[in-house]
Structures are given as C-alpha cells and as structure tokens.
C-alpha cells in the first residue's frame, strides 16, 4: 500500500465519523446533477419527436460523466482552500464521494487518474436534491433572505435571479424548491452553484 492509499483511507475514516460533506463535494455533485437534468431532458425531446414520427428507434441512455482534470478545471477558486494543494486533494475529495457511493466510476483508470471518469449515483441524486431542497427551511422573510444574498460575494445577475426567485419560492414545495433552484444551475453554471453553498452555509440564516 502506497502512501496515496493510505491518505485515501484516513479520508474515509473521517467520513465514517460523519464528518460534513464539503463545499468542493457538493459543487461536484451538484454540477454532475445539473448535466445529468439537461440529458434527461433532451432524451424526452428526442423521444417525442420519435414517438410522433412513429419512429421505435430510443436513444441509449448514457450517464453523464466527469474526469478528475475536468473537475479541477471547473471549480471555481473560491472553494478551494488558502493553503497550496495539489490534484491529491480534489482526488480524495472524489473518492470520499465513491467511498459513500455518491458518486461511481465508469471507467476506472488507476495508472492515469487524471482520466478516470465519474458519474452521479442515485444517491448522489438524492442527497443534492435534500440539500437544496433545504433552503425553504432558512428563509425567514424576504428582507432577511435580501440581505443574506447582498452580503455574498458573487455574479449580480445570479444574486437578482435569486432574490426574485423568493416570491415564487415561499409557496413552493421543497420539491419544487429543489428543481427550480437546479433549474437555474442549468442556465447560469458554476458560478450558480458556488452562491447557492455560500447561501446555504450563511451563519445569519
């Protein structure tokens, strides 16, 4: 056993111990989450199309899946930590994921790591949507949750879409809350999702 190994296992050892999911974590799955509605989606299209040009021919479904270098090329800065890390870190990150089957390989490449492709489990699936879901139980009224998201740093467009969101948001569903809230990862990106887990986590909520 190398010693890489043997910092995975002290990684799982700690989530064994529950330790908090972390903002890298939920960015990865989120992100994963997001692309995986979009295939979803454009997979009902086609299939409509089909189905009304009386075509019996369906698209193979495919998960969507990410490689260790795709996802270090799209966190954003903000999540990472002060001190110098190195693709180490976001690789233990990914395998606490898998360890906790949230996250699966579907190409294992163990010599280059860096190509190894992930994707989404159920599990995966269910724990964003909870988590998103969760933002209903934090608003308090609307100028509390105003001035929550005037105080994070972050796009004006995503903050306004946000706070016009609350209207709508107040007598949803946390169903509801979830998807309308992924519906906006889809259309503003990255950038969506690192305000949300800011949002989230805000200590005034």
Do not use: C
């Amino acid at each position: 056993m190398n010693d890489h190994d043997i910092d995975i296992m002290k990684e799982e050892t700690k989530n064994e111990e529950e330790v908090p999911i972390t903002p890298i974590q939920i960015f990865i799955l989120t992100y994963l989450y997001s692309e995986e509605v979009k295939e979803t989606q454009k997979k009902e299209i086609i299939n409509n199309i089909l189905r009304s040009n009386k075509s019996h021919h369906s698209e193979f479904s495919h998960h969507v899946s990410i490689s260790l270098r795709d996802i270090s090329l799209l966190i954003p800065p903000s999540l990472l930590p002060e001190m110098r890390i190195d693709e180490g870190h976001i690789y233990n990150q990914i395998k606490i994921l898998e360890y906790n089957h949230l996250l699966s390989t579907s190409i294992d490449n163990f010599e280059e790591k860096e190509n190894t492709l992930f994707f989404i489990t159920i599990d995966g699936i269910i724990l964003i949507k909870q988590i998103f879901s969760s933002l209903s139980d934090k608003i308090h009224d609307g100028k509390q949750y105003e001035g929550d998201i005037d105080r994070l740093e972050g796009n004006r467009e995503i903050k306004g879409w946000l706070k016009t969101l609350w209207i709508d948001l107040k007598d949803k569903t946390k169903d509801e809350i979830a998807d309308m809230l992924i519906d906006g990862v889809k259309i503003h990106g990255p950038s969506a999702i690192v305000i949300l887990i800011n949002l989230l986590s805000s200590p005034t909520f």
